[in-house]
T-cell receptor, first 114, second 114 residues
Framework: AQSVAQPEDQVNVAEGNPLTVKCTYS??????LFWYVQYPNRGLQFLLK??????LVKGSYGFEAEFNKSQTSFHLKKPSALVSDSALYFC????????????FGQGTTLQVKP | NAGVTQTPKFRVLKTGQSMTLLCAQD?????MYWYRQDPGMGLRLIHY???????AKGEVPDGYNVSRLKKQNFLLGLESAAPSQTSVYFC?????????????FGPGTRLTVL
């Protein structure tokens, strides 16, 4: 069975510091991994995805994610956090079938303080 | 290009009442999905559709029905609402449902069942 885990309910960082939001996955076959961000009272916005190739994926708003196959992880990173990055972040993995279903982690709240 | 839109934005129902949530997309996407979001549980797939006239069950389909009579619309129905269906409902669409496809989300519908 496929699954995604986000081990931290909340991550707190100071503005200007680097941030990491953790994600680990379990999937049979090749993983297809996604990060979404949700601002308060809004829908989910796509940030980035890993399909194949370079393990470091760059996405929107200066975010990037590192795929590590041996550790089955796909951590979201940003070199310098902004207060406006404060939001709820979801990691998701694509099921191995061809129906496009995504399996989501429980979400991590990122709080960036000035 | 509005993307994915959902109506209504908010709704309060009494137990036993029925309602229909409407999702519309203008991206000519084949695949459409309905999720519910509950605190600490991420997003869970209710039903999905791989094309006009088709529907399939997701992870938590009980108590819901769906229809996809037109390619651009995906309706979610609650025949007899229960308090356990209090949630935020998100619709999403994707082009082909392939492994690399990105799902695009609507702004959500906040439903309260009293």
């Amino acid at each position: 069975a496929q699954s995604v885990a986000q081990p931290e309910d909340q991550v707190n960082v100071a503005e200007g510091n680097p941030l990491t939001v953790k994600c680990t996955y379990s999937v049979s076959g090749n993983p297809y991994l996604f990060w979404y961000v949700q601002y308060p009272n809004r829908g989910l916005q796509f940030l980035l995805k890993y399909i194949t190739g370079d393990n470091l994926v760059k996405g929107s708003y200066g975010f990037e994610a590192e795929f590590n196959k041996s550790q089955t992880s796909f951590h979201l990173k940003k070199p310098s956090a902004l207060v406006s990055d404060s939001a709820l972040y979801f990691c998701a993995v694509r099921a191995s079938s061809n129906t496009g279903k995504l399996i989501f982690g429980q979400g991590t709240t990122l709080q960036v303080k000035p | 290009n509005a993307g994915v839109t959902q109506t209504p934005k908010f709704r309060v129902l009494k137990t036993g009442q029925s309602m229909t949530l409407l999702c519309a997309q203008d991206m000519n996407h084949e695949y459409m999905y309905w999720y519910r979001q509950d605190p600490g549980m991420g997003l869970r797939l209710i039903h999905y559709s791989v094309g006009e006239g088709t529907t399939a069950k997701g992870e938590v389909p009980d108590g819901y029905n769906v229809s996809r009579l037109k390619k651009q619309n995906f309706l979610l129905g609650l025949e007899s609402a229960a308090p356990s269906q209090t949630s935020v409902y998100f619709c999403a669409s994707s082009s082909q449902g392939g492994h690399s496809d990105t799902q695009y989300f609507g702004p959500g519908t906040r439903l309260t069942v009293l």
